[in-house]
């Protein structure tokens, strides 16, 4: 499976995350902000920004003089010990939690792997309900925000060879099903900008995704909504962009 080259912009977030949880750890007894500003050399307001997120997710704590020292979650996900597997499961399945309270939508993590769609985990709630799945979401990627999303990170060839095996077949009268013009809007797809699906797949529901990859690995965060409540989507999906570098530093760790 290829790749489409261009990096998100979670990506590039956790990228400075990572250096900044470097210098932290490099510096075991505390590193004030302006050494880190020194050795990461971020600007003060993207600084600020990722170790209030990183202070928020537990990977960074602040010591009584102001400095930052390693947090709990960073000592237990950055371990190599065996149930290290599980205690990321358990991390992303709270930050799922929490963001489905937040949005008010059914939150999914979703891979692509070995050539299909897979749902890893999800956070829904009788207030929120998942998507009913009428039609196997392996098959559905042409109509699914979460498949769309999967397939604007694969390349051409990868992309031809997916459809190869799932065709798109009409879901709803709004579901694209020629593969030249899914193609041109995949082609189309800004990397910042969430992927939605309006009554696609299903009717009734309206859903948004943003991919959390990197290096070889595809995936993305995606949420859902009955169509009684489309006029929060942009501004959920808004939300599920912000919290896509969390969800991939967990990952990444």
């Known amino acids: 499976m290829a790749l489409r080259p261009e990096p998100t912009a979670p990506f590039h977030s956790v990228q400075h995350a990572l250096r900044i949880l470097e210098v932290v750890a490099k510096h075991s007894s505390g590193v004030s902000d302006i050494m880190l500003a020194r050795e990461t050399r971020l600007p003060a307001h993207q600084l600020a920004d990722l170790l209030r997120m990183l202070r928020r997710e537990g990977y960074v704590e602040q010591i009584a003089d102001g400095a930052y020292v390693g947090g709990s979650a960073l000592t237990l996900l950055g371990s190599a010990a065996p149930d290290r597997g599980h205690a990321v499961r358990d991390k992303l399945q709270q930050s799922l939690i929490t963001l489905r309270d937040s949005v008010g939508a059914a939150v999914y993590l979703s891979r692509y792997i070995d050539g299909e769609i897979k749902i890893t985990q999800y956070a829904d709630g009788p207030r929120t309900p998942k998507v009913n799945e009428w039609v196997d979401f392996r098959s559905a990627a042409h109509a699914m925000a979460l498949g769309k999303c999967l397939l604007t990170q694969l390349d051409h060839d990868s992309r031809r060879d997916h459809l190869a095996r799932h065709k798109t077949v009409r879901l709803t009268s709004r579901t694209t099903t020629n593969e030249r013009v899914l193609f041109h809007k995949l082609d189309s797809q800004p990397v910042t900008v969430p992927v939605?699906?309006?009554?696609?797949?299903?009717?009734?529901?309206?859903?948004?995704?943003?991919?959390?990859?990197?290096?070889?690995?595809?995936?993305?965060?995606a949420l859902s909504l009955p169509l009684a409540h489309a006029h929060r989507l942009r501004q959920a999906a808004d939300a599920l962009n912000r919290e896509a570098a969390p969800m991939l530093l967990s990952l990444s760790i």
């Not at 696609?200 to 993305?220: D, K, L, N």
């Open 196 to 221: 939605l699906d309006l009554q696609e797949y299903a009717v009734g529901t309206v859903c948004a995704a943003v991919p959390i990859s990197a290096g070889r690995s595809v995936g993305c965060l």
